[in-house]
């Protein structure tokens, strides 16, 4: 490792050690107790490659998303969990103590009931979960994901009521996530987990009150709004004695320099040292991308948002960024090739029910991103009298269609209307 960069990975270690003790101290620590098998599972894939910076500590199986076919919490179980949340989070109300610091990217709504650390609960219910643990979860990790030494770093008791917003995607500060919804699904419509990935349905996946979901922490991953009701989940943040985890730490303190103190150097050197130890993690090319940009070194930029998208296909934010650059430097035919990928990667997904809301946001706006390109290359060709107008009769019709399906959701759009005109208009010149 450079000099620069390995006093930054001895913090991440560091860390890991304290997370590790401390969490051995609550909630102990797995013990390599047998119990579960391939049948007590329903699992999905989201494509080896896609679940993070620690897949490869996985034993292949990191790709794995996995739901047990029974509960893992009875139904007494699942509401002394949500009583014991709402008492705590009233109390922290009434003490007007601030919301955990660790998660404040995200979005907090105001339909939110609100969030329950685990460590904070009381005593009796701790050595429950723990119980609970060792007889239960922690084999379940280990048989899923062939990992031992496992600990509950810390863990969440979410609670949300009705309309509320979907949190935005993200990975857990941890290697393995269990997420068990303390809810019966019949007291709200939507919810469940999005998981980035899942393209045969692309919808949250939804499980029964008690049951498990679990998943490398590196999965995309996001829990999805309700439209009625309240929905009250648990989740539990695991990691492992000698997995320290350093590239996600690293991602992370690039993050918190970069907005928390503006300090754009030191986020560099986050993500230079995560890169050191995950040169194929996509939100560490990502970070470097940011940073690049905000020092104004574009080429560089383009080379690290070059590597997030082809380093990630799940998502098209990097390329769709990448044409957003492209355009901005006044080179629209280059900027419609990134936006003509990021479109056939999407394939329509965002226009079948129930799609996840961000991807269809993303879509829309590559569509029109896209129409305005070929726009203006079709504008310029149209200015030279004599060009053989070829580009423009080949392209000019998928634009079209892109604006029409633009149009869909909101078909009174002026904007996309007159460009949808115009592009008509330059069709007929061509032909
Ligand atoms: O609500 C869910 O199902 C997911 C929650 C989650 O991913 C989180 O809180 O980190
Ligand atoms: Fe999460």
Redesign the pocket.
Known sequence: FSTLSSPLIQLAHKSHDKEYEAGVNIFGTSSGVAGWSDGNFTSSSVGVGNAGPDEYYLNGRGHNVCSTRDPVLSKSECESFIMEAQKAISTRKAVKVEVDPSRKDWEVTNSDLGEARLSGLPPDILNHLRGILDDKLYPMLESRFAVHNLTVYDG?I?GSIAPSQS?PV?R?ASLL?I?I?LSDSAGYTG???YIEGFHEHDNPVVIERGHALCHASGVM????AIQTGE?W?L?LFCIAQDEPQIARRCHAGGLAAFHDDGDVDRAFQYFEAGLSVAPSDHLLHMGASRVHLARGEISASFKSLNAAANLYPLCQQANVALGDALMAKKRPRAALRRFDSALEAIGDRDLLDGAWMPLKALAWRTRVSAATCTLLCAEAEVEKITEDRGWSRSRLPEAIGRLSTALGPCPDNGYIQSMRARALELLRIAE
């Open positions: 969440l979410l949190q993200h857990d996530t997420n919804p919810g469940g987990t991953h996001a829990g999805n929905r989940v989740v």
